[in-house]
């Protein structure tokens, strides 16, 4: 071994030890499957710089108008929930049960006005 590779930097025992790039993956993991969440903001509104908060199974997350993505579990059935927040009152609130027999897109629709339900649905 060179004395200048990239092997001979690393410490004793991560020499012997598979790069983390390399481990293979555990075999006890959950499957997993990614889905797509279109948010969709009203054209005209009458409250500006409201934010969309989604809910996966669980676990709220802020999130951002447009498409995202978001990692759930493959063989189970998972609660999607998406509303607005404007430090006084949540509204928008929109859910939708994601089984794995549906496709993997949703669309929401905010309300324009701000004691609304959204919409979500399949894409």
Do not use: C
Request: no cysteine; glycine share 6%; aromatic share 8%.
């Amino acid at each position: 071994m060179n004395a200048d590779s990239p092997a001979s930097r690393r410490s004793p025992a991560s020499r012997d030890a598979p790069a983390s790039r390399d481990a293979p993956a555990s075999r006890d993991a959950p499957a997993s499957r990614r889905i797509e969440l279109n948010l969709h903001k009203p054209w005209f509104s009458l409250v500006a710089g409201i934010r969309p908060t989604v809910v996966v199974g669980g676990r709220g997350q802020p999130a951002q108008w447009g498409v995202g993505t978001w990692k759930v579990p493959a063989d189970e059935t998972v609660i999607v929930k998406v509303f607005l927040f404007n430090r006084v009152w949540r509204f928008g609130r929109a859910e939708f049960a994601l089984s794995p027999e549906h496709p993997p897109a949703l669309v929401y629709r905010a309300p324009v006005l701000p004691f609304l339900p959204g919409r979500l649905r399949l894409r």
